[in-house]
């Protein structure tokens, strides 16, 4: 059974049959998804597409908020969002601490219980190269482009703690020049200040692409970092975490150590 209603999404998302091929490098994608797309069913997705990356280990309660109310906003509700689990964040030491299996399997079961009805997509396009290849965004969205329509516009979702450290991502004036406009939800205290700081760094051309939401609603209360924490020490993440997910982490037995 689809998700959503069939004028709404990529008529080829809803065929018969795997709708999602298996890959050399991602054995467990020969599972069928109606929610994960491979690279060349991208050129389907109704625009705009609004690109959330992470490395959603775990995928909380929040992104999916999050998502929905970008869609519910009048400049995005025409078009999807696609969450894309990166393999690891250059900017950041340590890689996920879920396998590449999990944190999709944990996503695609936040996603069908927290946005049914919504048109919300995977890509694995990150998770595809060396198994240590740091996720540059640039090169993913350029990725993307090839695959899609020229007139299909691109929005990049984050939140103010990833946007504050924009201008150390790999050629981020060329990726600012590659999409519509950065949807930046705030995240903590202070990082409107840090951003502005930033703004005012950016060439004066690319500087309105670069703007603070005014969506409500949108912040995440507590990092992922917080969540695996409470977890190990078998706190309560009650809320936090699509029931589903928090099922799924028990089962698997993640984030023990």
Request: hydrophobic share 35%.
């Given at each position: ?13 809803w ?25 060349s069913?991208?050129r389907?997705?109704?625009?705009p ?5 992470g ?12 998502a929905r ?30 396998s590449?299996?999990?944190?999709l ?29 740091p996720?540059?965004t ?5 990725e ?70 005014d969506?409500?609603?949108?912040q ?38």
């Amino acid at each position: 059974m689809p998700y959503f209603p069939e004028s709404d999404v990529p008529s080829d998302v809803w065929s018969t049959g795997d709708i999602f091929r298996p890959c050399s490098t991602l054995g467990y994608m020969a599972v069928t998804s109606s929610r994960m797309l491979s690279t060349s069913q991208l050129r389907k997705l109704p625009a705009p597409v609004v690109l959330f990356g992470g490395t959603f280990d775990p995928v909380q309660r929040a992104h999916c908020t999050i998502a929905r109310r970008v869609l519910s906003d009048n400049r995005y509700s025409s078009g999807c969002v696609l969450f894309i689990p990166a393999r690891r964040n250059p900017l950041k030491a340590i890689g996920p601490q879920a396998s590449d299996q999990a944190r999709l399997e944990m996503l695609e079961l936040a996603l069908n219980e927290e946005l049914f009805g919504t048109r919300c997509f995977i890509s694995p396009i990150e998770l595809e190269g060396p198994p240590d290849a740091p996720s540059y965004t640039v090169e993913t969205v350029r990725e993307i482009q090839r695959n899609i329509s020229k007139q299909t516009e691109l929005h990049l979702l984050m939140g103010s703690d990833s946007a504050v450290q924009f201008d150390q991502w790999r050629e981020y004036q060329g990726l600012l020049e590659l999409v519509a406009e950065l949807i930046i939800f705030p995240r903590a205290a202070g990082d409107q200040e840090r951003m502005s700081a930033l703004h005012g760094k950016l060439p004066v051309d690319l500087q309105h692409k670069f703007v603070m939401t005014d969506i409500p609603g949108q912040q995440i209360p507590v990092s992922s970092t917080e969540i695996r924490k409470s977890l190990r020490s078998r706190d309560g993440v009650s809320g936090l975490l699509a029931p589903a997910v928090e099922r799924y982490i028990l089962e698997h037995e993640l984030y023990k150590e």
